[in-house]
Structures are given as structure tokens and as C-alpha cells.
């Protein structure tokens, strides 16, 4: 087969999309989708940020260039090294990818011939899960605050974060000018009740894979807050020292360690939109379809599927109790604890190699002992404001 036959498929999200989803597939079937010639490059999700972090110049501190090099050119020999095809890179912060960005990932890509896949949902069931990135990235801003901000971003035509990750118009857009439209893929997410598979197999027809090559969970994960929850983490948030405000460390205690590892696992209240945004939820809504329709793009699923539902908005005040907000603390604290005096005994008993305690995470190790920051203990005196 000819070199310059030979396709990139680079899906750039949008984020909330089920691309979690979708990349857990693609790397649990990995040597399966490679047999049938689909190549996974990068081929781990960590490789994949890492070249995301580069290409955009979003790493955090000193970085060192050659660190940066190396990374590009590792792509770029991997990618020549693919034997398949096509290949695909998945990685869903490339949706606020600017022009310079892009083509700097173009320039990387040889002879392949690059087509671009974005997942889009409607607005509505991805307004509440962008506040929740919000949130798990340490931002103090509750729902509705969250809400005005991004209208005003745009009605005032700010394609700015986080903004671009919610208006697929814009992304299709800027890959447009350097992308034929034709080689740029829309799949839409599904409606609630859809079969599970669905997205994977509208996934796997953009990019001209068999979907029975790959293996997706049975159940896809839920990394969703509820209301509740996510009131909690905000709390929490404004009572972080700076320090631990820092991109890597929140990353690892509280974005993983807390969000995701305690206060997931708790029953949540699904978040809804106050019905005073169902309006400017349709407006925007008619004018990203108008545009993807009359942008001559490849559709996979159906364009009615970003219709916002109504079950999405509510009437109800967007609030969490404040019993509510004392018991999902003291719950979370509660396991925290419960984990740390797992990890206390195990060493007592001598069984420092044995199987770990499940769901252990990284927040137990030593950030509730003696609470070093101060952090439980402020928490637990303000809980009640």
C-alpha cells in the first residue's frame, strides 16, 4: 500500500462526548484493531496528553525542550512505523486546538492523509458535566454563576476556554481552513435510552474500523458528580492552600484521589439546567446544527439527536441542602478514614505486599493523617455556611 494512502484519524473530542469511552475500547482491543490494520498512536492515554500538553503548550512551570522534541519526534516515528491503514490519536483537549496548534500537529504527520472526529452531544447534558470539569480542575464557581459566564462568552463571540469545548461549530471551523470538509467527521452522542454500543459503532464507521474488533465495558464507567457532590467539591476547593491548587497535585489528590475515588462512589442527585437557559440552549443549539449541516461534513447518527431535552432543565432551584451538603461530607470523610486505618492495619499485621485495599487512592497516604494542610479541619468548621 502507498505511504500517502495511509490515514490519520485524530479525534479531537468535544470533551463529555463518551470519548473516555471510546478510548478505553480502542486501548483494551489494541493488538485486535492493529491485526485488522488500525493502529493506536500514541498508543497509551498518557502518551496521547503529553503530546496534547506540547502541541498546545499547556504544561505547567519549566518545561524542558528536550523533553518537548523528544515527544514530537516519538510521534512522528511511531506514526511511520505504523504498518496499518489508519491510524488513530484520540485526545479530546485538542477541541480548543488554535490554528497555530493545529498546524503544528499537521506538520508531524508526514504523507498520512488526516481526517478529524468530533463527538458532539447536546448542549444541554454537557453544560452540567463542563461545570463538573470546572470543578474537578479547582474552580470555586457554582451552577448557575458558571452558566452566565458562558453565555456572555458567546453572545460575545469569545471562542476562548471553556467556551470552545462546548460550540462544535467553532472546532469543525478551524480544522476546516486546513482540513478538507469532506475528511472531517461528525458523530453524534446518542439520546439517553440509546443502546450502549451505539456510539462505539458510529465511532467505528467514521473511522472505518469493524466495531466487533473491539471490546468495550460492559457498563461504561460514571465519573458524574451529583448536585451534592459537586457542591461539596466546591467547598473544598475555595479551601485549598495554593499549593495543592497546583495543575499536577490537584490533579492526583483531589481530581483523582477525592472526586473520583469518594465522592463518585456516593448516590448522587442528577444536576439540571435552571429553565431560564432552555431558551439560549435552543438558540445556540439551531445555529451549531445550521452550521454543521451547511458545513459539508461526513455525518455519522443524526443531527436531531442535539435537540436539548426537556427533562434536562428544571424549575426547581439548583441547590444543594445544607444537611445534604454535612452528610455527603461526613460521608467522604468517613471513607477517607475508613481507607487509612485499612493502610494502618495492614502494615501493623505485617502485610505490606499484600493485595492492596480496594479503591485505594492516593488522597489516603498520608493527607487526612495528621491533616498537614488544615484542610478536614476547615472543612469541617465551615460545612455549615
Not at 492523509?113 to 468530533?118: A, C, F, K, L, T
Not at 478551524?174 to 435510552?193: D, F, I, N, Q, Y
Not at 451529583?226 to 490537584?250: D, F, K, T
Amino acid at each position: 500500500m502507498s505511504r500517502a494512502r495511509q490515514q490519520l484519524f485524530v479525534h479531537v473530542g468535544m470533551q463529555k462526548t463518551g470519548t473516555s469511552y471510546l478510548q478505553d475500547a480502542m486501548l483494551r482491543s489494541s493488538d485486535r484493531l492493529a491485526a485488522a490494520g488500525t493502529d493506536l498512536v500514541p498508543p497509551t492515554k498518557r502518551e496521547c496528553f503529553d503530546l496534547m500538553v506540547v502541541l498546545r503548550d499547556r504544561y505547567e512551570g519549566r518545561r524542558d525542550p528536550a523533553t518537548d522534541r523528544a515527544t514530537l519526534e516519538r510521534f512522528t516515528q511511531r506514526l511511520a512505523k505504523a504498518s496499518g491503514e489508519r491510524a488513530v490519536y484520540s485526545q479530546e483537549s485538542l477541541a480548543g486546538a488554535g490554528p497555530r496548534q493545529i498546524a503544528r500537529l499537521l506538520q508531524l504527520c508526514g504523507e498520512r492523509e488526516v481526517h478529524v472526529v468530533v463527538t458532539v452531544r447536546d448542549l444541554a447534558r454537557q453544560l452540567s458535566s463542563s461545570w463538573q470539569q470546572e470543578l474537578k480542575a479547582g474552580s470555586t464557581v457554582d451552577l448557575p454563576a458558571y452558566l452566565r459566564q458562558l453565555r456572555r462568552a458567546q453572545r460575545a463571540g469569545k471562542g476562548g476556554h471553556p467556551w470552545i469545548h462546548l460550540d462544535p461549530a467553532l472546532v469543525l471551523s478551524r480544522w476546516a481552513e486546513v482540513v478538507p470538509a469532506e475528511r472531517l467527521h461528525v458523530v453524534t452522542v446518542p439520546p439517553s435510552g440509546a443502546p450502549t454500543t451505539e456510539l462505539l459503532e458510529r465511532f467505528a464507521r467514521a473511522v472505518g474500523f469493524d466495531p466487533t474488533h473491539v471490546e468495550p465495558e460492559d457498563r461504561p464507567s460514571n465519573s458524574s458528580l451529583g448536585l451534592v457532590q459537586a457542591e461539596v467539591l466546591r467547598r473544598v476547593n475555595a479551601e485549598l492552600p495554593p499549593e495543592v491548587h497546583r495543575r499536577w497535585i490537584y490533579a492526583e489528590v483531589v481530581k483523582r484521589g477525592f472526586s473520583a475515588g469518594v465522592l463518585v462512589r456516593q448516590q448522587p442527585r442528577k444536576i439540571l439546567v435552571p429553565r431560564r437557559f432552555e431558551a439560549w440552549c435552543e438558540e445556540v443549539t439551531a445555529a451549531q446544527r445550521t452550521a454543521i449541516e451547511t458545513g459539508g461534513y461526513a455525518l455519522e447518527g443524526s443531527l436531531d439527536d442535539l435537540a436539548c431535552p426537556r427533562e434536562a432543565f428544571t424549575d426547581e432551584p439548583v441547590v444543594a441542602l445544607e444537611e445534604e451538603v454535612a452528610s455527603a461530607s461526613v460521608a467522604a470523610l468517613a471513607t477517607i478514614l475508613a481507607r487509612r486505618g485499612a493502610e494502618v492495619a495492614r502494615v501493623r499485621d505485617g502485610r505490606i505486599g499484600a493485595d492492596p485495599v480496594p479503591d485505594r487512592q492516593t488522597l489516603s497516604e498520608g493527607d487526612v493523617a495528621g491533616d498537614p494542610t488544615g484542610v478536614v479541619g476547615r472543612l469541617r468548621r465551615r460545612i455549615g455556611r
